[in-house]
C-alpha cells in the first residue's frame, strides 16, 4: 500500500541553528499538506502545496513540493523553542483518505 | 468557528468493555475523519465521512470498532470488546467542503486518550 516516509525521526538543533525535514511518498501526489503537533497537542494544518514544484513561505518555514510531486521539504531558519514539536506530512490515498508520515521530531536547546 | 470537540479527554477501560467516545466537527463541516494514534507514530486512519454516509473504513478496522454521524452533525466511536493493544490516542478531525482553498484542510480536535487495563 502506499506509505508516506519521513526523515529524520529526531533532530535536536541548539537554537538559532535551521532544520529542514523531508518527506518521501511510494505513489505521485496530487496535493501534501504539512502539520505541526506540540507535545501533549494535536495536529495543526500548517500549508498544502499543490503544484509540482511549489515553493511556499510561512516566515521562518519554506515549504517545497518536488517536481514529480512524489516528496516534499519542511524548512525551518533559525530555530526557535517555539518550534519544538513533531512536524507530520500528509498525501491523499484515493478520494478521501489521507495517509500521514512517520514525524520528525524537533527539538530545540536553548 | 469554535473548534473541534471530543468527549471524553481520557477514557479508562478494562479489558473486554466497551467504550464510545464522541466528536463535535466545527459547525457546516461536511467532512469528518477518526484517526488513531499511538506513541512516537503519525495519526492513522480510521473512517470518513461525507455528512451522515460512511465513505471510507480502513481495513485496519476490525469489527470491533464502529462509527457513526447520525444527521451528519456530531460522531461517535465506539470500540467493543476491549483489547490492550486498543490503548491510544483517538482523533478526529473536520473539514469543510465549500470553501475551495480550505476544503482539505483538516482541523483536529484534541483527541480522546483511551487506556485499556
Known amino acids: 500500500g502506499q506509505q508516506v516516509m519521513q526523515i529524520p525521526q529526531y533532530q535536536h538543533v541548539q537554537e538559532g541553528e535551521d532544520f529542514t525535514t523531508y518527506c518521501n511518498s511510494s505513489?505521485?501526489?496530487?496535493?501534501i499538506q504539512w502539520y505541526k503537533q506540540r507535545p501533549g497537542g494535536h495536529p495543526v494544518f500548517l500549508i498544502q502545496?499543490?503544484?509540482?514544484?511549489e515553493v511556499k513561505k510561512q516566515k521562518r518555514l519554506t515549504f517545497q513540493f518536488g517536481e514529480a510531486k512524489k516528496n516534499s521539504s519542511l524548512h525551518i531558519t533559525a530555530t526557535q523553542t517555539t518550534d519544538v514539536g513533531t512536524y507530520f506530512c500528509?498525501?491523499?490515498?484515493?478520494?478521501?483518505?489521507?495517509?500521514f508520515g512517520t514525524g520528525t521530531r524537533l527539538k530545540v536547546l536553548a | 468557528d469554535t473548534g473541534v470537540s471530543q468527549d471524553p479527554r481520557h477514557k479508562i477501560t478494562k479489558r473486554g468493555q466497551n467504550v464510545t467516545f464522541r466528536c463535535d466537527p466545527i459547525?457546516?463541516?461536511?467532512?469528518l475523519y477518526w484517526y488513531r494514534q499511538t506513541l512516537g507514530q503519525g495519526p492513522e486512519f480510521l473512517t470518513y465521512?461525507?455528512?451522515?454516509?460512511?465513505?471510507?473504513k480502513s481495513r485496519l478496522l476490525s469489527d470491533r470498532f464502529s462509527a457513526e454521524r447520525p444527521k451528519g452533525s456530531f460522531s461517535t466511536l465506539e470500540i467493543q470488546r476491549t483489547e490492550q493493544g486498543d490503548s491510544a490516542m483517538y482523533l478526529c478531525?473536520?473539514?469543510?467542503?465549500?470553501?475551495?482553498?480550505?476544503?482539505?484542510?483538516?482541523?483536529f480536535g484534541a483527541g480522546t486518550r483511551l487506556s485499556v487495563l
Open positions: 478531525a473536520s473539514s469543510p467542503i465549500k470553501r475551495i482553498l480550505a476544503k482539505n484542510i483538516q482541523y
Open positions: 505513489t505521485t501526489l496530487s496535493n
Open positions: 502545496l499543490v503544484k509540482s514544484g
Open positions: 500528509a498525501g491523499p490515498s484515493g478520494t478521501y483518505k489521507y495517509i
Open positions: 459547525s457546516e463541516h461536511n467532512r
Open positions: 465521512f461525507q455528512n451522515e454516509a460512511q465513505l471510507e
